[in-house]
């Protein structure tokens, strides 16, 4: 694996694929992988807006928008996440891929229109429910995936079950985000584990990215530590070589 390179991807045309924040970052350099394969792909995004512009970019690399589709999908929201997948769902579609990409780091303390603490919501819960309302279209597909970007930071998570949203302990951007993530590596393997015993077809698989050159990565509303901002200039240096988005393959820390 050491040597993979996007060329060693194989022909994916006839594939279904549905990314969740796909109109940047690490979403948006597997939509335009998947999509210059030949496979079709959904962009879940939150804003029509900045989803049309990623259509827009995607299109011009693939040389046409017919195998890019927008699935409308707010992420804080359970709601919407139903919605969006009741929606795929009314296609009668198999789905061949499902990578649960979306994140938030680096966020105080906000909550949901339903209470639910932020970076856990949009990190797990959301991801949680779209793969699980999902499962007749994957289980149809012949040989389906879902992917969930994980992180190195779940390193340092801890999951209270007594209070996962944040309402006794004292509230930590870092160890908030680190529970998101520990909670999206134990749902993929717990996934695994059941997919397996249920003689499904269907593998679920986690990912570490990397330190990225993202939205995720660089979104920080307050000011950023010495460590986390010389590692933001890596980053950026290695997107300047890499192309926008892409991992720096040789630092091996956090998301």
């Not at 999509?35 to 900045?50: H, I, K, M, N, Y």
């Not at 999908?73 to 969006?84: G, I, K, P, T």
């Not at 698989?205 to 890596?234: C, E, K, M």
Request: with cysteine; aromatic share 6%.
């Amino acid at each position: 694996m050491g040597k993979w390179m996007p060329a060693s991807m194989p022909e994916l045309s006839g594939k279904r694929v549905l990314i969740t924040g796909a109109n940047s970052g690490i979403g948006y350099q597997s939509a335009l992988m998947l999509a210059q394969c030949g496979a079709t792909v959904w962009l879940g995004c939150r804003s029509a807006e900045r989803a049309e512009a990623a259509v827009q970019r995607l299109a011009s690399r693939v040389g046409s928008r017919d195998s890019l589709l927008v699935l409308p999908m707010d992420l804080a929201s359970l709601d919407s996440v139903r919605q969006a997948a009741d929606s795929y769902l009314e296609s009668e579609q198999p789905l061949d891929l499902l990578i649960n990409n979306a994140g938030v780091m680096g966020l105080p303390l906000q909550r949901t229109a339903a209470g639910h603490e932020m970076l856990f919501a949009v990190n797990h819960l959301a991801h949680f429910l779209l793969t699980g309302a999902l499962l007749p279209a994957l289980q149809a597909a012949p040989a389906a995936r879902v992917v969930t970007v994980s992180s190195l930071a779940a390193k340092r998570g801890t999951l209270n079950f007594n209070d996962l949203n944040w309402e006794r302990e004292p509230y930590s951007k870092v160890a908030a985000y680190g529970r998101a993530k520990l909670a999206n590596l134990c749902f993929a393997t717990e996934l695994q584990r059941r997919l397996a015993a249920a003689g499904s077809p269907v593998i679920s698989l986690a990912a570490h990215p990397g330190y990225a050159s993202t939205n995720v990565a660089f979104a920080d509303s307050g000011q950023a530590s010495v460590s986390r901002r010389l590692w933001r200039h890596i980053a950026r240096l290695g997107a300047d070589h890499r192309g926008p988005g892409l991992r720096v393959p040789w630092l091996r820390i956090w998301r």
